[in-house]
């Protein structure tokens, strides 16, 4: 899932149908995922994407979404428990279960109980777990304050990694939480360079990676995207050197996976 030699990682987010459903470019996951796998060092889904579209053969890792049971037709996205037992997540065969907190919430304590008894499983069979700390509505409030409270809950209560979003003072949530930090993209934003920009300053302030979906496969050059996204995240590469790759044509075999 982390790539041993730059401690860093590229994560591919395709677990939004679990609330959002069949969303724009998600609505086949197969096709979405098969042409970008091989640039991702870790794949999240849910079963029912693993069971059924994601190839045997794609020697990708996959982080297993365990948890949901609101979709977006609630006003409330917080009302979330366990949907995948670890038991089921052994025999997929997965590299780690992910699961939403929604701090802050009148669900918060609920999130909260999930997560330690996720952590208290997977330690059980030696699966890690990330959690993932608020998704749509909750985004509303994404301030390094808010986040870098919901990252360090999460991490004390035993998560292996965090998944957040990218704020203002993203090095302060960085530093008060003692498990690494991935970002996610969140919604598209309006160019690609605004996506390099938020994954080159998240690693910058500390991230060790991006866990990124919407930004890459809703962009018109997913394979593009995710290959600028590499570069950032392993090489180094600047947010010019990210757009020029991007612009490469048919050059998809020049960037080791
Ligand atoms: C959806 C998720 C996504 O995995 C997460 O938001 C990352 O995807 P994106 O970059 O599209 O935000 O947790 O429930």
């Not at 870098?148 to 999460?154: F, Q």
Request: one cysteine or more; hydrophobic letters at 40%.
């Amino acid at each position: 899932m982390i790539k041993a030699s730059t401690g860093h990682t590229v994560m591919l987010a395709c677990d939004h149908g679990y609330f959002m459903g069949p969303t724009s470019h998600l609505e086949e996951p197969r096709k979405t995922i098969a042409p970008l796998v091989p640039f991702a060092d870790a794949l999240a889904v849910t079963r029912g994407v693993l069971r059924n579209c994601v190839d045997p053969k794609w020697e990708v890792p996959i982080i297993l979404r365990v948890s949901g049971g609101t979709s977006i037709l609630q006003e409330d996205l917080s009302d979330e428990g366990i949907t995948t037992s670890m038991e089921d997540a052994v025999r997929l065969n997965v590299s780690a279960v992910a699961l939403s907190i929604f701090v802050g919430t009148a669900h918060e304590k609920q999130t909260l109980l999930s997560l330690s008894k996720l952590v208290d499983e997977g330690e059980e069979c030696g699966i890690p777990v990330i959690a993932i700390t608020a998704v749509g509505k909750e985004l509303e409030k994404r301030d390094a304050r808010y986040l870098g409270l919901c990252c360090r809950v999460a991490a004390e209560i035993g998560c292996h990694i965090v998944k957040t979003y990218y704020c203002e003072g993203f090095s302060k949530v960085v530093q008060g939480c003692p498990v690494p930090v991935v970002v996610a993209g969140g919604p598209k934003l309006k160019t690609e360079r605004d996506a390099f920009e938020l994954a080159f300053n998240a690693l910058n302030e500390g991230a060790i990676g991006v866990d990124m979906g919407r930004n890459i496969w809703q962009n018109s050059n997913p394979v593009g995207m995710i290959r600028a996204i590499r570069a950032i995240v392993h090489e180094k590469a600047t947010i010019r050197e990210a757009e020029m790759i991007y612009s490469e044509k048919d050059k998809s075999n020049l960037i080791s996976a």
